[in-house]
């Protein structure tokens, strides 16, 4: 998963075409949302509202041509629900191209609510709930494009006060077992402060879920994070590392 040899954010054709030129990436990872000028799905985050990149073009340019240096792992970050369907159909639609090129597709949204963000969004501070609907997103998942790793993550406020809880871990489990997921590869996306804050819940839910590994990240304009953070980070999941389980 992402680490050293991932492009990220490439959200436009300057940043896709040197992602895709460059030998030591592996793997691209691009947010999408649905355009405000065309209507369709593009390559861009929040709170950019559209690109010169659309997910049609993106998706040609990672999956055509004969050039191995082109064959990228990809990873689609819905930032929209709107997306999720059209992007769906559309990777389906190049399944072979994608299994011939040996490309893994790593489907990703903020599914639920986390620290900071209420799920109704009715408490004043707090804010909106997760933009893509948790139960839709799995069901689209599965049915269009099985094959995809699922990543999926809960929407937080990153300046605010306050680690993952037993709640929120809870309430991941729930999802995944309502759709028979407990046994599948999968990817939990968590934010560093946050995890820092307060780990044991993260690490229970790791143990009960043998094919999962954590993917830690920070946002975009958040401060740098130190090195004494990341060791702490390391250090509360040595042991699920050791184990050989899903620690990231």
């Not at 804050?197 to 920070?218: C, D, F, G, M």
């Not at 999941?237 to 050791?242: D, G, K, V, W």
């Amino acid at each position: 998963m992402p680490g050293g040899g991932w492009a990220h954010s490439c959200c436009s054709a300057a940043a896709l075409a040197a992602a895709l030129s460059d030998p030591s990436v592996h793997s691209i990872e691009s947010d999408i949302l649905v355009s405000s000028r065309t209507g369709q799905p593009v390559m861009a985050h929040p709170p950019a509202t559209d690109s010169d990149l659309s997910f049609d073009d993106f998706l040609v340019a990672c999956t055509g041509g004969d050039d191995g240096r082109k064959r990228k792992h990809l990873k689609f970050d819905f930032k929209d629900a709107a997306a999720v369907g059209p992007c769906l159909e559309r990777t389906a639609a190049e399944r072979g191209r994608l299994r011939a090129g040996g490309q893994t597709v790593w489907l990703n949204a903020d599914v639920l609510a986390g620290p900071g963000c209420h799920p109704m969004a009715v408490e004043p501070g707090h804010r909106t709930p997760p933009a893509v609907a948790a139960d839709a997103f799995l069901e689209r998942c599965r049915a269009a494009y099985p094959e995809g790793v699922l990543s999926l993550g809960w929407k937080v406020d990153v300046v605010g006060v306050g680690g993952y809880t037993e709640a929120h871990c809870d309430a991941m489990y729930a999802l995944l077992e309502r759709h028979g997921l407990l046994d599948t590869e999968l990817v939990l996306a968590v934010a560093a402060r946050q995890t820092a804050q307060n780990p044991a819940p993260l690490l229970k839910l790791l143990r009960r879920l043998p094919r999962s590994e954590l993917l830690v990240w920070t946002g975009t304009g958040e401060p740098a994070i130190l090195p004494g953070l990341v060791g702490r980070i390391r250090r509360a999941f040595a042991s699920i590392e050791a184990r050989g389980g899903g620690g990231g």
